[in-house]
């Protein structure tokens, strides 16, 4: 379930929430979605999260790490164009 915490909104479940965000993702612009999450809650529902946002968004979600801290190949960031109708997500971990 999805929260959004100090606000009146309900809890919506993830699946819900990321099977929107793949029918409307790109119907206006080609270029990278980025959801910024975070997420509190332990290893098993981690990989959880993992398994629905694969199943929805499938070869379109990033699944590689492209950061700083990624392996050498990886090292320089990807500009938004190489990005094009990719899903990225950037997640805040406290449990």
Known sequence: MITHGGTLTSK??????CEA???????TSPYPVIISAEVHCGIIQQHAIAEILKE????KLVTERIDDEAPEP???LPSPRMLMNKILLKVNHTV
């Open 56 to 59: 929805v968004f499938k070869d």
């Open 74 to 76: 990886l090292k320089q």
């Open 12 to 17: 919506i479940p993830l699946r819900v929430i």
């Open 21 to 27: 965000i793949e029918k409307n993702a790109f119907v």
